[in-house]
Protein backbone atom coordinates (compact mmCIF):
# COMPACT_ATOMS: atom_id res chain seq x y z
CA UNK A 1 0.00 0.00 0.00
CA UNK A 2 1.62 3.32 -0.87
CA UNK A 3 0.19 6.30 1.30
CA UNK A 4 1.17 9.76 0.46
CA UNK A 5 0.14 12.15 2.63
CA UNK A 6 0.67 16.24 2.32
CA UNK A 7 2.94 16.17 0.02
CA UNK A 8 3.73 19.71 -1.55
CA UNK A 9 6.41 20.56 -4.34
CA UNK A 10 7.22 24.53 -5.27
CA UNK A 11 9.65 25.07 -8.13
CA UNK A 12 12.37 27.83 -7.86
CA UNK A 13 10.42 29.41 -10.08
CA UNK A 14 7.42 29.77 -8.22
CA UNK A 15 5.03 27.70 -9.61
CA UNK A 16 3.19 25.99 -7.15
CA UNK A 17 2.73 21.84 -9.10
CA UNK A 18 1.60 20.08 -5.92
CA UNK A 19 0.07 21.72 -2.88
CA UNK A 20 -1.03 18.82 -0.61
CA UNK A 21 -1.85 15.98 -2.07
CA UNK A 22 -3.37 13.32 0.10
CA UNK A 23 -3.95 9.73 -1.72
CA UNK A 24 -4.09 6.33 -0.24
CA UNK A 25 -3.32 3.17 -3.12
CA UNK A 26 -4.24 0.40 -1.72
CA UNK A 27 -3.46 -2.36 -4.76
CA UNK A 28 -4.31 -2.83 -8.62
CA UNK A 29 -4.39 0.11 -11.09
CA UNK A 30 -4.64 3.32 -9.88
CA UNK A 31 -5.51 5.98 -12.17
CA UNK A 32 -3.92 9.85 -11.88
CA UNK A 33 -5.90 11.98 -14.30
CA UNK A 34 -5.82 15.64 -15.07
CA UNK A 35 -5.05 18.18 -17.78
CA UNK A 36 -1.21 19.41 -18.69
CA UNK A 37 -0.13 21.54 -15.88
CA UNK A 38 -2.28 19.57 -13.10
CA UNK A 39 0.86 17.98 -11.45
CA UNK A 40 1.09 14.67 -12.52
CA UNK A 41 4.32 14.22 -13.82
CA UNK A 42 5.85 16.37 -10.79
CA UNK A 43 4.02 13.35 -8.43
CA UNK A 44 5.37 10.44 -10.36
CA UNK A 45 8.70 12.04 -10.04
CA UNK A 46 8.48 12.51 -6.55
CA UNK A 47 6.94 8.73 -6.32
CA UNK A 48 10.52 7.63 -8.21
CA UNK A 49 12.49 9.63 -5.96
CA UNK A 50 14.00 11.14 -9.03
CA UNK A 51 12.97 14.90 -7.14
CA UNK A 52 11.85 15.12 -3.08
CA UNK A 53 8.99 17.13 -2.56
CA UNK A 54 9.24 20.42 -0.28
CA UNK A 55 6.94 18.72 2.90
CA UNK A 56 4.79 15.89 3.36
CA UNK A 57 5.19 11.77 4.02
CA UNK A 58 5.14 8.97 1.80
CA UNK A 59 5.17 5.34 2.88
CA UNK A 60 5.37 2.15 0.59
CA UNK A 61 4.03 -0.68 2.59
CA UNK A 62 4.99 0.50 5.81
CA UNK A 63 8.44 1.72 4.73
CA UNK A 64 9.32 6.20 4.64
CA UNK A 65 10.32 6.23 1.34
CA UNK A 66 11.60 9.48 1.70
CA UNK A 67 14.05 8.72 4.77
CA UNK A 68 15.26 5.38 2.31
CA UNK A 69 15.07 6.29 -1.02
CA UNK A 70 17.32 3.44 -2.79
CA UNK A 71 15.61 1.43 -0.59
CA UNK A 72 12.50 2.29 -2.25
CA UNK A 73 13.62 2.26 -5.81
CA UNK A 74 14.56 -1.22 -5.24
CA UNK A 75 10.86 -2.11 -5.29
CA UNK A 76 9.86 0.34 -7.83
CA UNK A 77 9.53 0.00 -11.86
CA UNK A 78 9.29 3.54 -13.74
CA UNK A 79 8.39 3.92 -17.27
CA UNK A 80 9.17 7.96 -17.19
CA UNK A 81 7.38 10.50 -19.86
CA UNK A 82 10.13 10.74 -22.01
CA UNK A 83 11.70 7.25 -22.16
CA UNK A 84 14.84 7.21 -24.19
CA UNK A 85 16.40 4.56 -25.89
CA UNK A 86 19.68 4.05 -27.62
CA UNK A 87 19.99 3.84 -31.20
CA UNK A 88 21.08 0.60 -32.49
CA UNK A 89 20.56 -1.51 -29.40
CA UNK A 90 18.61 -4.57 -29.52
CA UNK A 91 15.37 -5.21 -27.37
CA UNK A 92 17.27 -8.05 -25.72
CA UNK A 93 20.74 -6.05 -25.29
CA UNK A 94 19.18 -2.80 -23.86
CA UNK A 95 16.84 -5.15 -21.17
CA UNK A 96 20.07 -6.86 -20.48
CA UNK A 97 22.22 -4.07 -19.59
CA UNK A 98 19.22 -1.83 -18.01
CA UNK A 99 18.59 -4.86 -15.74
CA UNK A 100 22.44 -5.06 -14.61
CA UNK A 101 21.87 -1.16 -13.57
CA UNK A 102 19.07 -2.49 -11.82
CA UNK A 103 21.44 -4.97 -9.84
CA UNK A 104 20.63 -8.04 -11.66
CA UNK A 105 24.44 -9.17 -11.23
CA UNK A 106 23.53 -12.89 -12.01
CA UNK A 107 24.30 -13.54 -15.83
CA UNK A 108 21.70 -16.35 -15.88
CA UNK A 109 18.67 -15.26 -13.79
CA UNK A 110 19.16 -12.27 -15.64
CA UNK A 111 18.96 -13.37 -19.31
CA UNK A 112 15.70 -15.75 -18.26
CA UNK A 113 14.02 -12.17 -16.83
CA UNK A 114 14.39 -10.58 -19.99
CA UNK A 115 13.23 -13.58 -22.47
CA UNK A 116 10.21 -13.92 -19.73
CA UNK A 117 9.42 -10.08 -19.85
CA UNK A 118 10.17 -10.11 -23.70
CA UNK A 119 7.29 -12.99 -23.98
CA UNK A 120 5.16 -11.16 -21.53
CA UNK A 121 5.10 -8.25 -23.75
CA UNK A 122 4.94 -9.56 -26.61
CA UNK A 123 8.21 -8.25 -28.22
CA UNK A 124 10.29 -11.43 -27.82
CA UNK A 125 9.76 -11.95 -32.06
CA UNK A 126 11.36 -8.69 -32.40
CA UNK A 127 14.13 -9.14 -29.42
CA UNK A 128 17.16 -8.57 -31.99
CA UNK A 129 15.88 -5.79 -33.43
CA UNK A 130 16.75 -2.37 -32.26
CA UNK A 131 14.48 -0.42 -29.71
CA UNK A 132 15.02 2.81 -31.55
CA UNK A 133 13.32 1.76 -34.37
CA UNK A 134 10.31 0.31 -32.46
CA UNK A 135 6.74 1.66 -33.64
CA UNK A 136 5.31 3.82 -30.54
CA UNK A 137 3.32 0.90 -29.35
CA UNK A 138 6.22 -1.42 -29.24
CA UNK A 139 8.33 1.04 -27.44
CA UNK A 140 6.04 1.62 -24.55
CA UNK A 141 5.34 -2.19 -23.94
CA UNK A 142 9.39 -2.37 -23.80
CA UNK A 143 9.13 0.50 -21.45
CA UNK A 144 6.94 -1.84 -18.96
CA UNK A 145 9.29 -4.87 -19.78
CA UNK A 146 12.36 -2.64 -18.53
CA UNK A 147 10.21 -1.11 -15.34
CA UNK A 148 9.45 -4.77 -14.66
CA UNK A 149 13.09 -5.98 -14.57
CA UNK A 150 13.81 -6.93 -10.47
CA UNK A 151 10.30 -7.77 -9.91
CA UNK A 152 9.45 -4.52 -8.18
CA UNK A 153 6.20 -4.02 -6.32
CA UNK A 154 5.08 -0.48 -7.40
CA UNK A 155 4.77 0.63 -10.79
CA UNK A 156 4.88 4.12 -12.24
CA UNK A 157 3.54 4.57 -15.67
CA UNK A 158 3.61 8.31 -16.45
CA UNK A 159 1.38 9.18 -19.64
CA UNK A 160 1.88 5.90 -21.49
CA UNK A 161 -0.59 5.62 -24.21
CA UNK A 162 -0.08 9.84 -24.97
CA UNK A 163 0.42 9.27 -29.10
CA UNK A 164 -0.53 5.63 -29.43
CA UNK A 165 -3.26 4.99 -31.85
CA UNK A 166 -6.25 2.74 -30.88
CA UNK A 167 -5.10 -0.90 -32.00
CA UNK A 168 -1.86 -0.39 -29.86
CA UNK A 169 -3.75 1.51 -27.20
CA UNK A 170 -5.75 -1.62 -26.78
CA UNK A 171 -2.79 -3.90 -26.88
CA UNK A 172 -1.34 -2.06 -24.12
CA UNK A 173 -4.15 -1.71 -21.82
CA UNK A 174 -3.56 -5.49 -21.83
CA UNK A 175 -0.83 -5.75 -20.87
CA UNK A 176 -1.34 -3.10 -18.33
CA UNK A 177 -4.31 -5.13 -17.02
CA UNK A 178 -1.98 -8.10 -16.42
CA UNK A 179 0.26 -6.47 -14.48
CA UNK A 180 -2.18 -5.15 -12.25
CA UNK A 181 -2.84 -8.45 -10.90
CA UNK A 182 0.51 -8.53 -8.90
CA UNK A 183 1.54 -5.20 -8.74
CA UNK A 184 0.48 -1.85 -7.34
CA UNK A 185 0.44 0.29 -10.73
CA UNK A 186 -0.19 4.13 -10.72
CA UNK A 187 -1.26 5.72 -14.26
CA UNK A 188 -1.08 8.97 -14.83
CA UNK A 189 -3.01 9.89 -17.94
CA UNK A 190 -5.00 12.85 -19.33
CA UNK A 191 -6.89 10.29 -21.50
CA UNK A 192 -10.48 9.79 -19.71
CA UNK A 193 -10.84 6.21 -21.83
CA UNK A 194 -7.30 5.26 -20.21
CA UNK A 195 -8.59 5.18 -16.64
CA UNK A 196 -12.48 3.84 -17.23
CA UNK A 197 -10.90 1.21 -18.80
CA UNK A 198 -8.43 -0.13 -16.51
CA UNK A 199 -9.03 1.13 -13.01
CA UNK A 200 -11.21 0.23 -10.36
CA UNK A 201 -9.98 3.66 -8.05
CA UNK A 202 -8.43 6.94 -9.55
CA UNK A 203 -8.05 10.45 -8.67
CA UNK A 204 -8.32 13.94 -10.59
CA UNK A 205 -5.89 16.20 -10.41
CA UNK A 206 -6.14 19.73 -11.46
CA UNK A 207 -3.41 22.57 -10.32
CA UNK A 208 -1.64 20.54 -7.89
CA UNK A 209 -4.54 19.22 -5.81
CA UNK A 210 -7.08 15.91 -5.62
CA UNK A 211 -10.17 17.31 -6.69
CA UNK A 212 -11.71 14.24 -6.12
CA UNK A 213 -10.92 10.27 -5.36
CA UNK A 214 -13.18 7.43 -5.94
CA UNK A 215 -14.23 4.84 -8.89
CA UNK A 216 -13.64 6.46 -12.87
CA UNK A 217 -17.66 5.08 -13.06
CA UNK A 218 -18.31 7.86 -10.36
CA UNK A 219 -16.12 10.30 -11.38
CA UNK A 220 -15.91 10.32 -15.17
CA UNK A 221 -19.79 10.76 -15.05
CA UNK A 222 -19.36 13.82 -13.08
CA UNK A 223 -16.79 15.68 -15.58
P1 LIG B 1 3.88 17.70 -19.32
O1 LIG B 1 3.44 17.10 -20.61
O2 LIG B 1 4.03 16.74 -18.20
O3 LIG B 1 3.12 18.93 -18.93
P2 LIG B 1 5.88 19.60 -19.93
O4 LIG B 1 5.89 19.73 -21.40
O5 LIG B 1 5.16 20.57 -19.07
O6 LIG B 1 5.37 18.13 -19.60
O7 LIG B 1 7.35 19.48 -19.38
C1 LIG B 1 8.36 18.78 -20.04
C2 LIG B 1 9.62 18.90 -19.22
O8 LIG B 1 9.93 20.28 -18.97
C3 LIG B 1 9.48 18.26 -17.84
O9 LIG B 1 10.66 17.56 -17.54
C4 LIG B 1 9.27 19.41 -16.89
O10 LIG B 1 9.87 19.14 -15.64
C5 LIG B 1 9.96 20.55 -17.58
N1 LIG B 1 9.20 21.79 -17.35
C6 LIG B 1 7.89 21.98 -17.51
N2 LIG B 1 7.54 23.22 -17.21
C7 LIG B 1 8.68 23.86 -16.87
C8 LIG B 1 8.98 25.16 -16.46
N3 LIG B 1 8.04 26.10 -16.32
N4 LIG B 1 10.28 25.46 -16.18
C9 LIG B 1 11.22 24.52 -16.31
N5 LIG B 1 11.00 23.26 -16.69
C10 LIG B 1 9.74 22.94 -16.98
P1 LIG C 1 1.49 17.41 -15.69
O1 LIG C 1 2.37 16.21 -15.69
O2 LIG C 1 0.15 17.16 -15.06
O3 LIG C 1 1.39 18.06 -17.02
P2 LIG C 1 3.69 18.75 -14.35
O4 LIG C 1 3.98 18.09 -13.06
O5 LIG C 1 4.56 18.48 -15.52
O6 LIG C 1 2.15 18.50 -14.70
O7 LIG C 1 3.67 20.33 -14.12
C1 LIG C 1 2.97 20.97 -13.07
C2 LIG C 1 3.32 22.45 -13.11
O8 LIG C 1 4.67 22.60 -12.72
C3 LIG C 1 3.19 23.08 -14.48
O9 LIG C 1 2.78 24.42 -14.28
C4 LIG C 1 4.60 23.02 -15.04
O10 LIG C 1 4.85 24.04 -15.97
C5 LIG C 1 5.42 23.21 -13.77
N1 LIG C 1 6.74 22.54 -13.84
C6 LIG C 1 6.96 21.24 -14.10
N2 LIG C 1 8.27 20.95 -14.05
C7 LIG C 1 8.88 22.12 -13.74
C8 LIG C 1 10.23 22.49 -13.53
N3 LIG C 1 11.22 21.61 -13.62
N4 LIG C 1 10.50 23.78 -13.21
C9 LIG C 1 9.50 24.65 -13.11
N5 LIG C 1 8.21 24.39 -13.28
C10 LIG C 1 7.90 23.13 -13.60
Redesign the pocket.
Known sequence: MLRISAVSKT???G?R??QGIDLTIERGLFGLL????????????ILATLQTPDAGQLTFDGADVLADPRGHRRRLGYLP?DFGVYPGVSASELLDHLGVLKGLTDRRARREQVDALLQQTNLYAHRKKAVSGFSGGMRQRFGIAQALLGNPRMLIV??PTAGLDPEERNRFHNLLSEVGENVVVLL?T?IVEDVRQLCPRMAI?SG?RVLREGAPETLVAEL
Request: aromatic share 4%; charged share 15%.
Open positions: YPNVALGPNGAGKSTLMRQDESHLG
